[in-house]
């Protein structure tokens, strides 16, 4: 879009906007932010702390295949933990990462735009991962889910963790 | 060069006919991805050095390529990629049919055991013995959950479902043992899920179905004790009549080509049959098995609906008797076109 001549002086005037770091250095003024920059920061630490999550749960893994058979944990850990770390890896990290990190702290720059249109939905959105997030974890860690996070059926549904019911009487014995 | 590469890239013995092939075009992927992402990466780091920030006055100079070399960009990665994929069609479309000489061996898959049933006699449990220089064709199904039928060996992998049959033929080169895996995430036994293939030389494989047979009249010769709970009786074929009339089959369906409540099962394997909503079917082991389990999603024309579903009432190896048993009724006279319906529909005049 070409600029009228009065808004290009008044832009050339205009000094440059403080640093997003240096705009406020409270704890408040990071958490209650309409700045795309700061959310997007936000959200790397987010989805970085949960990188490491799911890199724990990895590592986990791996110790425990150091020996054949049971060792560390039982087949049933075993698969519930795969499936955390499934969970915790694609819908807290992979998903997240790009759009919300990179998204919110590029894109805005990328068109020219001074935010994102709707500032403080964009900063309930970074609440919501973190409700998300928590409830997430906290379902899987409670009904221990076995079932990877490809969540197949019919195996996801036989699985007592997952179905509605509870410890269902198989049908097919 | 087969075997330099072979132990390279870690892949474990070729025993099949597929084996083979299937490592050539692995090879002639893995082979020009990587000479090609090493001259890219090269010629990056040749870039970065030759056309370095001199001065920071430097200005980049605007460069357009002529056509040709776009055009050479897009056409040579094309053509390899597809290249490939009619490569690896042909092996796709070679490993999905069954030659029309296969032996065939039912194969069931539930939490966690492969169990083999072969039409002619005996049943095994985890393993799987086969002449070599034969062709295969299993026929497989699962009682419960989604398993995967992977033999690394043979580069043969094949998913396993409840509720149908898939198929997948091998032919197996070499005498030898070779593992069968899981290769679908089953449950908490998912890793102990393992069988294992036998494969025996010809004869050797004559005389183990032969002592099979003997083993299996012996036990029939005997009088029954309490402790022998279902024995295996006869081949797939009487143990499928045997089911047949213990669930009742006979009610509806007759074996002599006269028309009852349902079609009748002489010549019905492979027959091409309409079903009420005008699609026409062939009658193949699927079509059979999804009929069985589910028998009100596809009837044939001029039949009702009334059959009840069989899933769970009857056993995956019973299944396979069954169907084992319709393929046995066959006429010998030619039939064309189908059998089954009304003779002749009504002629709509105005």
Not at chain 1, 39 to 57: C, P, T
Not at chain 2, 146 to 157: A, C, G, L, N
Request: aromatic share 12%.
């Amino acid at each position: 879009m070409r600029l009228s001549e009065p808004d290009s002086a008044r832009l050339a005037g205009t000094p440059p906007a403080p640093s997003y770091l240096t705009d406020g250095t409270t704890v408040m003024s990071w958490l209650n932010t309409r700045d795309h920059k700061r959310v997007g920061v936000m959200f790397l630490i987010a989805v970085i702390a949960a990188f490491f999550l799911g890199a724990i749960f990895a590592l986990t893994l791996r110790m425990k295949l150091l020996q054949p058979g049971p060792f560390l944990m039982d087949a049933l850990s075993y698969n519930r933990l795969f499936t955390l770390h499934g969970i915790v890896m694609i819908f807290l990290f992979l998903i997240p990462s790009i759009p919300s990190a990179f998204g919110n702290f590029v894109l805005p720059l990328m068109i020219g735009a001074r935010d994102v249109a709707f500032p403080r939905i964009n900063l309930a959105s970074f609440y919501l991962y973190l409700a998300g997030a928590a409830i997430a974890i906290y379902g899987m860690v409670h009904g221990g889910a076995d079932t990877g996070w490809t969540f197949y059926t019919p195996s996801s549904r036989s699985s007592s963790a997952c179905s509605s019911s509870g410890s269902r009487p198989s049908s097919r014995a | 060069m087969n075997e330099l590469l072979r132990r390279l890239l870690f892949l474990p013995d070729q025993a099949s006919t597929f084996a083979r092939d299937i490592d050539q075009l692995h090879f002639f992927v893995i082979l020009t991805t990587f000479a090609v992402s090493t001259a890219v990466g090269l010629t990056a780091i040749f870039f970065f050095i030759l056309y370095r920030r001199r001065s920071d006055t430097q200005t980049t100079p605007h460069i357009e390529p002529p056509v040709w070399m776009e055009a050479l960009f897009v056409i040579v990665p094309l053509f390899f990629f597809l290249l490939w994929f009619f490569i690896g069609f042909a092996e796709f479309v070679r490993q999905q049919t069954p030659p029309s000489d296969s032996m065939d061996v039912y194969v069931m898959g539930k939490k966690w055991m492969w169990k083999f049933a072969y039409p002619d006699g005996p049943n095994a449990i985890n393993v799987l013995r086969v002449p070599a220089g034969r062709n295969v064709r299993l026929l497989m199904t699962s009682r419960d959950v989604i398993h995967s039928f992977y033999v690394p060996e043979f580069r043969m992998k094949k998913d396993v479902l409840p509720g149908r049959y898939t198929d997948q033929w091998f032919n197996a080169v070499e005498p030898g043992r070779y593992q069968i895996l899981c290769a679908e995430y089953c449950g908490a036994g998912h890793s102990i899920m393992r069988g294992e293939v036998i494969v025996m030389r010809p004869q050797d494989y004559e005389d183990w179905l032969a002592s099979q047979k003997r083993g299996l009249a012996s036990r029939q010769d005997g009088a029954p004790t309490l402790f022998d709970f279902a024995p295996p009786l006869g081949n797939l074929v009487e143990q499928g009549k045997r089911v047949a009339a213990e669930q009742g089959c006979f009610k509806c369906h007759s074996t002599d080509g006269t028309r009852h409540i349902g079609p009748t099962w002489l010549d019905l394997y492979h027959r091409r049959e309409r079903l009420n909503d005008g699609k026409l079917i062939d009658a193949d082991e699927a079509y059979l098995t999804r009929s069985m389990m589910d028998p009100a999603q596809e009837v044939v024309d001029g039949f009702q609906p009334v059959m009840p579903s069989f899933e769970g009432k009857i056993s995956g190896p019973e299944v396979a008797a069954l169907v084992e048993y319709i393929k046995s009724l066959q006429s010998d006279a030619v039939r064309t076109g189908p059998s089954e319906g009304p003779a002749y529909a009504p002629v709509r005049t105005r």
